[in-house]
């Protein structure tokens, strides 16, 4: 398997779907919004985005599974799975907020071999696959250098759902409020990993999200140079729907400070 080949195809499919999602932008008619639970929303645009997707991926790989967050289809690959979010950010996409994007992984054997993650907006592609670098629009992309969490900038996520762990939450913002250099909410899981992986952010950490969440963008951050675990420093980050992505060096701080917190 030629990764790098089959990456670049990858990414043709996304700007291509990208394209599509940039359209509906222009006239979306927020009547067409659904309700999948509590502030759980899904919209045609992501329902034909994914199909879109799915559709355009069968063709380069044919024998490979699928996990995708509309549903549209959902099977178990032998050896290769892709796991793809149409369009994360469709909270911001509804509301007209321009940061939402396309979300790519190909796993073989249980393992990412492929990241694509798509900012729509900003036309800025992310990608990585075996045996190469991380890039953003083809310029090879680092996790930064800065190894104190006071001159650092984070990023998370709010709970939209699952309130039962809210107050917690709300203690650990407090904290990283106070120590780092400023605590930032997207809105997209995938480019909040993004941008961690070329630098923007220096750590994410967020809970209950989905493996299309997070399956490209943490292999972004991995492929580099960051750290991707669970709120304990393990690796079941997809399992346990806990993610903590850095840059490496702040490692033992964010740790420190989500446990006292969150796992107490």
């Not at 509309?70 to 909270?91: A, C, H, Q, R």
């Not at 997209?188 to 493996?211: H, I, M």
């Not at 292999?219 to 729907?241: S, W």
Request: with cysteine; hydrophobic share 40%.
């Amino acid at each position: 398997m030629n990764y790098e080949i089959l990456c670049a195809k990858v990414i043709a499919i996304a700007r291509l779907t990208g394209n599509f999602i940039r359209k509906e932008s222009m006239n979306f008619d927020a009547s067409a919004i659904e309700f999948k639970g509590l502030n759980d929303l899904v919209s045609y645009v992501d329902k034909n985005a994914e199909k879109q997707l799915v559709r355009n991926l069968t063709k380069l790989l044919p024998e490979a599974g699928f996990t995708t967050e509309e549903e549209t289809i959902n099977s178990k690959g032998t050896v290769y799975n892709w796991i793809i979010d149409p369009l994360d950010g469709t909270t911001n996409f509804i509301h007209g907020i321009p940061t939402y994007a396309i979300s790519i992984a190909l796993y073989e054997e249980d393992k990412p071999v492929i990241g694509v993650v798509y900012e729509i907006n900003r036309g800025e592609m992310f990608y990585t696959h075996k045996g190469g670098p991380a890039f953003l629009n083809n310029k090879p992309i680092r996790v930064s250098s800065r190894d104190k969490l006071s001159g650092c900038l984070l990023a998370t996520g709010f709970p939209y759902h699952q309130f039962d762990k809210q107050a917690q939450y709300m203690e650990l913002f407090a904290e990283m409020m106070r120590r780092c250099h400023g605590l930032r909410r997207i809105g997209s899981a995938a480019v909040d990993l993004a941008y961690v992986a070329c630098g923007r952010f220096d750590a994410f950490f967020e809970y209950n999200l989905n493996s299309w969440d997070v399956a490209a963008g943490a292999y972004l951050v991995q492929q580099a140079g960051g750290q991707i675990m669970n709120f304990d420093g393990g690796d079941e980050f997809i399992v346990k729907r806990e993610i903590l992505a850095t840059n490496g060096h702040i490692d033992a701080e964010v740790l420190e400070t989500i446990g006292r917190h969150f796992n107490a």
